[in-house]
């Protein structure tokens, strides 16, 4: 129970056999939100099953369902503050909302053993569908979105002696390629605005190192190379003369080295050197935008010229505890 009428319910319920292991969860949310029009309504269950087939490979399966259905009280400007509570939301706001479904299924195999170590391999698929309904904008709209992720992620252990000492080195990639289509439909007209189609095919490699120099001292490396492929399409049924086709690719690398001293049982000292990035996703190359004053109707925009400024990177980050 919590405040606003918000209360959560769930369930779980796990067990093993000789070769079996299995857990699965369930759970419920249900509140009436802080302003008007923001309830929130959420329901999920997942799964996960782990079977070990021998001593050197286990084959496992999980999975996980969520649809939840939410309020969009929308923003209030100055004037709108001032005559009503912080709390309300505007007549053109009140109706506005949002259903979401989310689910994935995920395929692995962990523990293959082979003379110089264990490979890992993880299959898995996403869909994630998004309907949103604005019925008293200045045009009608519903916007409809899916998005379909595959993924690959591979890896592959091994440890060796390096000058007589542990070493630990792990190799491997990624490989991710979503499809995502978001169309909105004029209901006043009862028309399709416009058709977005965004791709985007991503390939990681990746690399690490554990290295124990001493018995008190190790060392650890780490390095990533990433090819970033972005498909965008625009069509917009009402001005073609707004479409939009482009194709945007992108290397980026990232890196982290640190050290681990031991002084003693209680005591270690710890140095961390990294540098990293994040990609955007693709419902990020979509914004809706306003005026000021909320005069003129609200339009898609493409973002492709910002494509470059919606790399997050990280510059060198350097730490010491």
Known sequence: QGSYDMNKQSLSCDGATDKLSYSITTSRLDTNGYRQNSAYRSSDLGTKLKYQVNDSLALKLSGDYHEADLGLPGPLNKEEYATLSRRDSTASERDNKVGEQDYYLKFGAEGMTFDFGILNLDFSFRRRTVDSYFPNWWTPTISKSWIDTFSVTPNYTCTLDLLGRPNKIMGGFDFYKSYNKINDYNTAADTQSNDNDI??????????????????????????????????????????????????????EAFKAGLVYIFNDDTQLFFNASKSFRSPLTDEFLVVMFSKNYATPWYWEMLTRAFKKTFREVPLNISLY
């Open 199 to 252: 791709d985007k095919n991503t390939l990681g490699f990746y690399i690490s190192d554990s290295f124990d120099l001493t018995d008190n001292l190790s060392i650890d490396l780490g390095f990533r190379h990433e090819r970033i492929e972005h498909i965008l399409n625009y069509i917009d049924t009402a001005s073609p003369a707004n479409n939009i086709s482009s194709k945007q690719e992108r290397r980026e």
